[in-house]
């Protein structure tokens, strides 16, 4: 085990900032952290950094307890590297050196060509001579990256790495960096306010809610089972609706068999009919948005009021179409 955080807690005065957080990361693992704003994210990763001190519980490294900042003369673990949103590049180097300082065990050309790798797959090779404050947030965010991985850590703890990136360089930079962490067996744990890294990224996704794990499980049985309303809505475009809604689509036995008065059905599980079903719902549609490679519609099932976000590959012409779903896609909510 490389990781175990035990019942750790985190009082600001009488705030909480963390509650009894427990969980344990293997080495290798990519470990996505997921959870509404001042959940407690950024502080989790600040303490297992050891940039912070716990209020109770403790945190081990590969059996060796982290030491929190008033436990050292200089805060952090060696082998524990954490790019924080404010990146914490040196200001005085340019950005080769700024990547070269922990390359620094290298000789030439090893040592310039270790750089240019850098500087390749994190597409900096235009900003190697300038300096941090030339840079725009986005390009500092990947030198950070760089910086951080050239250190080799053992362990990697990213705090919403990609949050200035475009979407292209999004999606180039987070295929280099899990290319980057697999090639090096590296350990990680991701804090991201986007869903859809957490999906692609991470092994296990641990759940935050007020200071608490609510939740620790893979992003496949999470997503397909969020068994609750806060993960569901966390989780993608998705409706909550109340049991009762369905009950002249389904049988009594088939509801039964749903152990809670809500459910959740995702945005692209809804079968869309535009001729007449005996059973089934009329959606009228109030607005249609193209999202690129799907549009999103939204609209009110007549005769109740709840609203509806519908998935669809194509246009909808029509002001009025029927819904369906499975029964497989009805994923009942405590």
């Not at 673990?77 to 590049?89: E, G």
């Not at 030198?143 to 475009?166: G, M, N, Q, R």
């Amino acid at each position: 085990m490389l990781l175990q955080v035990n019942q750790v807690s985190k009082w600001y005065g009488k705030a909480i900032g963390l509650q009894d957080v427990s969980f344990e990361v293997e080495r290798g693992e990519i470990i996505g952290i997921v959870g509404e704003s001042g959940s407690g994210k950024s502080t989790l990763l600040r303490l297992i950094a050891g940039l912070d001190d716990a209020t109770t519980g403790e945190i081990y490294f590969e059996g060796q307890q982290i030491e929190g900042r008033s436990q050292r003369l200089i805060a952090g673990h060696k082998a524990i590297k954490l790019v924080q949103q404010d990146f914490q590049l040196m200001p005085r180097h340019k950005i080769n050196e700024n990547i070269g300082y922990y390359l620094r065990h290298l000789t030439n050309p090893d040592y310039e060509k270790a750089i240019d790798n850098y500087l390749i797959r994190f597409e900096l090779e235009a900003c190697a001579n300038k300096l941090p404050a030339e840079l725009s947030g986005g390009q500092q965010q990947r030198t950070a990256l760089a910086v951080a991985l050239a250190a080799s850590p053992e362990l990697l703890l990213l705090d919403e790495p990609f949050s200035h990136l475009d979407m292209r360089l999004k999606h180039s930079i987070k295929q280099s960096l899990l290319e980057e962490l697999q090639e090096n067996a590296t350990t990680a744990i991701i804090v991201t306010h986007d869903i859809y890294d957490a999906l692609a990224l991470t092994n296990r996704i641990v759940i935050m809610q007020e200071g608490q794990v609510i939740r620790i499980d893979t992003a496949q049985n999470i997503y397909q089972n969020p068994e609750n309303e806060y993960v569901a809505r966390l989780f993608g475009n998705t409706n909550i609706l109340p049991i009762t809604l369905f009950k002249n689509i389904f049988t009594a036995q088939q509801l039964a068999t749903l152990p809670s008065s809500k459910v959740c059905v995702r945005a692209e599980n809804w079968l869309i009919h535009t001729q007449h079903l005996q059973s089934g719902f009329v959606l009228e549609i109030e607005q249609e948005h193209f999202m690129g490679f799907y549009y999103e519609v939204i609209g009110k099932i007549k005769g109740h009021k709840e609203k509806i976000s519908v998935i669809t590959q194509k246009s909808i012409t029509e002001r009025l179409v029927y819904l369906t779903v499975e029964f497989e896609n009805i994923l009942p909510l405590r």
